[in-house]
């Protein structure tokens, strides 16, 4: 099972700042990590996935990098709709599919 | 527009069963495989199940293996989850969804709370 580790678990930033969230698998998933962002009472929603293609509607100011094992979503410029929690997934060995921890992404 | 409903979560008391369900809408259901993932409270998400577009090929992880059975229906476009031998461990948000290829999809989630 490859296991994804997310740092940190909780990061406290203004708004307008740039967020930083790291993501790393226990083995290589080449470039097959796909990145969510999930509120309260919400379903989850894709942001990124094939590790930096950012998905239908989602604002540019969201990116992804990384492969094989170091992954990192960038938010450039925090806005309000961004605070939630962040999920990292591999979908490159499985089953099982597997999920990060997750990253709450806070106001400051 | 593409889009998965479940229905079927409530409230049910330890070592019952529930069903839950799934219609999609807006794409080729029958073309994919489909997904059962899961959040109990303050919790993340946990993959629970799998099963192969034409329904022949399934996995499930090792927590609900034996208890949970998936299944599908392609002509109703149609994903069901059968719950059975419930545990307080298995009160959670139930989500279908397809995260295994691109388009990513994900259902809104139906609550099952499992309480005497």
């Known amino acids: 099972e490859i296991v994804l580790t997310q740092s940190p678990g909780t990061l406290s930033v203004s708004p307008g700042e740039r967020a930083t969230l790291s993501c790393r698998a226990s083995?290589?998933?080449?470039?097959?990590l796909a990145w969510h962002q999930h509120k309260p009472g919400q379903a989850p929603r894709l942001l990124i996935y094939?590790?930096?293609s950012r998905a239908a509607g989602v604002p540019d100011r969201f990116s992804g990098s990384g492969s094989g094992t170091e992954f990192t979503l960038t938010i450039s410029s925090l806005q309000s709709d961004d605070f939630a929690v962040y999920y990292c997934?591999?979908?490159?060995?499985?089953?099982?599919?597997?999920f990060g921890g997750g990253t709450k992404v806070q106001i400051k | 527009q593409m889009h998965l409903v479940e229905s079927g979560g409530g409230v049910v008391q330890p070592g019952g069963s529930l069903i839950l369900a799934c219609e999609a809408s807006?794409?080729?259901?029958?073309?994919?495989?489909m997904h059962w993932v899961r959040q109990a409270p303050d919790k993340g998400l946990e993959w629970l199940a799998f099963?192969?577009?034409?329904?022949?090929?399934?996995h499930y992880a090792d927590s609900v293996k034996g208890r949970f059975t998936i299944s599908r229906d392609n002509s109703k476009n149609t994903l069901s989850l059968q719950m059975n031998g419930l545990r307080d461990e298995d009160t959670a948000v139930y989500y279908c969804?397809?995260?295994?290829?691109?388009?990513?999809?994900w259902g809104q989630g139906t609550m099952v709370a499992v309480s005497s």
């Open positions: 969804a397809k995260v295994d290829s691109s388009p990513f999809i």
């Open positions: 807006g794409f080729s259901f029958s073309s994919y495989g």
């Open positions: 099963i192969h577009y034409d329904g022949t090929i399934k």
């Open positions: 083995q290589s998933v080449g470039t097959n």
């Open positions: 094939r590790a930096s």
């Open positions: 997934q591999q979908y490159y060995s499985w089953p099982p599919l597997t």
